[in-house]
T-cell receptor, first 116, second 113 residues
């Protein structure tokens, strides 16, 4: 079975550029989560969706960050303009059904983002 | 608000030693509890879970028991292997949060041969 698929695996870009991270959740999962992991702050939830609708975006650091889920099989996390402090590993995770508390989340392998 | 606290790492053990990683939580309701493991360069993987008080989750020789009276979910393994070297995360999820997970800060485990 295909797991959560993230692309790209690595991204290196210059400050000020737009960055788009992509995620394909596991088929049939209807909850999707975006996390950021850094040494200093650990694992932070940025935003999550249920049935393609954003439920909680309180973790999105600022207006430079935006996330969309146009359909059940695709989501994007966009940073515009990017800054060096955005360098981190970004994870996408999905779960089912409808985000019940006892259902585990399945994580992708992450996108390692470096902003120069 | 809800929170999870783990013992600080890194934890360094010799192969075949006994492992305990402490985890305590604060929650307003009756959360489900999880342990996730992250190997280098990979995403998090579910290791085990427990959904109600006194439940014991187990997998790959690891165990954790949901203790409501002490609000704890300590991870244990009787004999660790070098391949268990990873970062371990304790997490909780409450029923009214749409599956949202609250993670602890993670504990790095290094097992030496």
């Amino acid at each position: 079975d295909a797991g959560v698929i993230q692309s790209p695996r690595h991204e290196v870009t210059e400050m000020g550029q737009e960055v788009t991270l992509r995620c394909k959740p596991i088929s049939g999962h209807n909850s999707l989560f975006w996390y950021r992991q850094t040494m200093m702050r650990g694992l932070e939830l940025l935003i999550y969706f249920n049935n393609n609708v954003p439920i909680d975006d309180s973790g999105m650091p600022e207006d430079r960050f935006s996330a969309k889920m146009p359909n059940a099989s695709f989501s994007t996390l966009k940073i515009q303009p990017s800054e060096p402090r955005d360098s981190a590993v970004y994870f996408c995770a999905s779960s089912t059904p409808g985000g019940l508390s006892n259902q585990p989340q399945h994580f992708g392998d992450g996108t390692r983002l470096s902003i120069l | 608000g809800d929170s999870v606290t783990q013992m600080e790492g890194p934890v360094t053990l010799s192969e075949e030693a006994f492992l305990t990683i402490n985890c305590t939580y604060t929650a307003t309701g009756y959360p489900s509890l999880f342990w996730y493991v992250q190997y280098p360069g990979e995403g998090l993987q579910l290791l085990l879970k427990a959904t109600k008080a006194d439940d014991k989750g187990s997998n790959k020789g690891f165990e954790a028991t949901y203790r409501k009276e002490t609000t704890s979910f300590h991870l244990e393994k009787g004999s660790v292997q070098v391949s268990d070297s990873a970062v371990y995360f304790c997490a909780l999820s409450e029923g009214n949060q749409g599956g949202k997970l609250i993670f602890g800060q993670g504990t790095e485990l290094s097992v030496k041969p």
